[in-house]
């Protein structure tokens, strides 16, 4: 809901209730540049303009489509310089689609895989008594050992990329 900015200041509490985030959140915004720096009240009290309400919104909306927050810090002090930083926020969304369109199909290769194992299985539990050990993980080594060269898409990709460059792979 918009504020009426009519010189009002809102306290962190006040700032956090309206935009659904914690006090600790909307300082850690603080502490990486994306939300101007509060006055403080004549106790110390963090006092925000109600244009915070709507920066805090924003930086919620870029968060939750992909961008990070050191993109965002890198952004926002564009614009707080006067800048107009929509064409790297245009090249960054093309960047960050075609990532995801990656990690799709590195998932659906994953799902593909696990799907037949899972077929294999299926028919090894038929053959195997219920309090038997069927040694599946076993099994799917011995029938792909090349497996043991991949890095899992369900990996976050900065850990992913990290583990490969230690491995000596690029993509």
Do not use: N
Not at 5 to 29: F, I, K, N, P, Q
Not at 49 to 65: K, P, Q, W
Not at 122 to 142: I, S, V, Y
């Amino acid at each position: 809901m918009p504020i009426p900015d009519s010189g009002r200041t809102l306290r962190s509490g006040e700032l956090a209730r309206l935009t659904g985030v914690s006090r600790d959140t909307l300082r850690l915004y603080e502490r990486r540049g994306l939300l101007p720096a509060p006055g403080r009240s004549e106790s110390g009290y963090r006092r925000y303009g109600t244009s915070a309400a709507h920066r805090v919104r924003l930086i919620r909306a870029a968060l939750s489509i992909g961008f990070t927050i050191d993109e965002l810090g890198e952004i926002f002090a564009a614009r707080d310089r006067g800048l107009a930083p929509c064409r790297r926020v245009h090249a960054l969304a093309i960047q960050k689609a075609s990532s995801l369109e990656a990690r799709v199909t590195e998932m659906q290769s994953l799902l593909g895989a696990l799907r037949l194992a899972i077929r294999d299985w299926d028919q090894e539990l038929t053959r195997t008594g219920p309090h038997e050990r069927a040694g599946l993980l076993e099994k799917f080594l011995a029938l792909h050992p090349e497996s043991t060269a991949s890095v899992s898409p369900m990996m976050s990709p900065g850990l992913k990329d990290r583990l490969q460059r230690r491995r000596g792979h690029t993509q």
